[in-house]
């Protein structure tokens, strides 16, 4: 059974930073991209970074988020800097259905809140 555990979310304040984990289990981590994908509050969903299989290509919507990756360990990381109250969302990481980045996800973790306020 694939699982996707977040972790490390929490209340921040504007300007500061968190680093998101997800560990997985069930497959072979190593062989999939993975993606955060995030959802404000009232909002839809929104890709927010990707990472292929190997962890040597990656893609990501702004440069303030830093994805990676550690096989050895199956965990999927997101660094999350220079925080703005726009990035407050519950933050979700998902299983990519091929090593490719930007693969159609297939499997999600039930996501961790990340809140930038004053």
């Known amino acids: 059974e694939v699982q996707l555990v977040e972790s490390g979310g929490g209340l921040v304040q504007p300007g500061g930073s968190l680093r998101l984990s997800c560990a997985a289990s069930?497959?072979?981590?190593?062989?999939?991209?993975m993606s955060w994908v995030r959802q404000a509050p009232g909002k839809g969903l929104e890709w927010v970074s990707g990472?292929?299989?190997?962890?040597g290509i990656t893609d990501t919507i702004n440069s303030r988020f830093t994805i990676s990756r550690d096989n050895a360990k199956n965990t999927l990381y997101l660094e999350l800097n220079s925080l703005k109250p726009e990035d407050t969302a519950v933050y979700y990481c998902?299983?990519?259905?091929?090593?490719?980045?930007?693969?159609?996800?297939?499997?999600w973790g039930k996501g961790t809140l990340v809140t930038v306020s004053s």
């Open positions: 990472i292929g299989a190997s962890g």
């Open positions: 069930g497959f072979t981590f190593g062989s999939y991209a």
């Open positions: 998902a299983k990519g259905g091929s090593n490719w980045v930007h693969a159609a996800m297939d499997y």
